[in-house]
């Protein structure tokens, strides 16, 4: 079965599962970095709310071998679960100051968005971008709403009220997690396979992610936490930008090229990041001069060898 008579066959057959409850549509969707997802959307019947799943990765699933019908029944399952049985009033969207308490931001790449950024409010980080949007939290919904130019002309705000306000709240919302990366490697693989290495060289990485694991590169944006950082190593450090949900923090101490460290950023975003999930292959240096005053490498007064 190739993926056009897939998806058509998937969405029938969730169609016949809701058949009488809910309207079964696909549509395109497009994602972070442009890529464009074939979406299933749900809604049931007295609700205006359609929970989404992606097919892409699940023909993935069937292509190495998983059972059609197991995969409808996984599907089906997602929805299930998530389905919103009744119309969800929407119009505080149209007053700030009711989703004001729940805008946040989060770092996206800044070259593979440039389409996207010229609708939506942003401002430049390096080569990335900080973009904003609501968190349906409080709704007690999963899920969140990009904030767009045309929301900004209803509200009557800029997009540095947005910056103020989402310092404030994505901390609050997505605490930061930063914990040592021989934590990780020995989650990965038996200790004493590595630990000499843990023991000579992890105390000088850390992994930094908000507690969600959901776009937690933004953390490099928070308040104080590159600060904290650089007095836990008791140096500058490089930051290597894992994927738009983590980054990793490495001592100055341990890196000696900048070349080499950069093609090792490209080819793990070749080999181990979804295009989805790409973020940059740059790396950026903090040297604790300022809040948050990260460079790019080629700006930073740092002794790495080029």
């Not at 993926?3 to 972070?32: M, S, W």
């Not at 290495?197 to 590169?217: C, E, H, Q």
């Amino acid at each position: 079965m190739d993926r056009i008579n897939f998806y058509n066959t998937l969405k029938n057959k969730v169609a016949d599962h809701f058949e009488g409850r809910a309207t079964v549509r696909c549509q395109d969707v497009t994602k972070n970095n442009g890529i464009v997802k074939n979406a299933i959307c749900v809604a049931l019947n007295d609700s205006n709310c359609a929970p989404t799943v992606y097919m892409d990765d699940f023909y993935d699933a069937f292509s190495e071998g998983k059972p059609f019908e197991e995969i409808i029944s996984e599907i089906c399952e997602i929805f299930e679960k998530h389905l919103v049985p009744e119309n969800v009033d929407f119009s505080f969207f149209n007053e700030f100051q009711k989703i004001r308490e729940n805008v946040c931001y989060r770092l996206i790449s800044g070259t593979k968005n440039e389409d996207n950024l010229k609708d939506v409010p942003h401002r430049s980080y390096c080569d990335l971008a900080v973009t904003y949007f609501v968190s349906m939290d409080f709704l007690g919904i999963e899920g969140t709403v990009t904030i767009r130019n045309d929301m900004l002309d209803m509200w009557d705000v800029t997009e540095e009220d947005l910056y103020e306000i989402a310092m404030d709240n994505t901390p609050r919302l997505y605490p930061s997690s930063i914990i040592p990366m021989a934590e990780m490697i020995r989650k990965m693989m038996p200790e004493e396979a590595c630990a000499d290495i843990i023991d000579d060289l992890y105390p000088k990485m850390l992994v930094a992610s908000n507690t969600k694991s959901v776009k937690g590169a933004s953390v490099i944006l928070y308040p104080g936490l590159l600060r904290e950082v650089y007095e836990h190593f008791e140096e500058p450090f490089y930051i290597i930008p894992s994927s738009v949900h983590e980054v990793i923090f490495i001592s100055e101490a341990i890196m000696s090229d900048i070349n080499e460290m950069e093609a090792i950023i490209r080819s793990v975003n070749e080999t181990c990041v979804s295009d989805e999930d790409y973020l940059s292959d740059r790396a950026y240096y903090y040297d604790g001069d300022s809040e948050n005053n990260v460079k790019m490498l080629e700006e930073a007064d740092c002794a790495m060898v080029l």
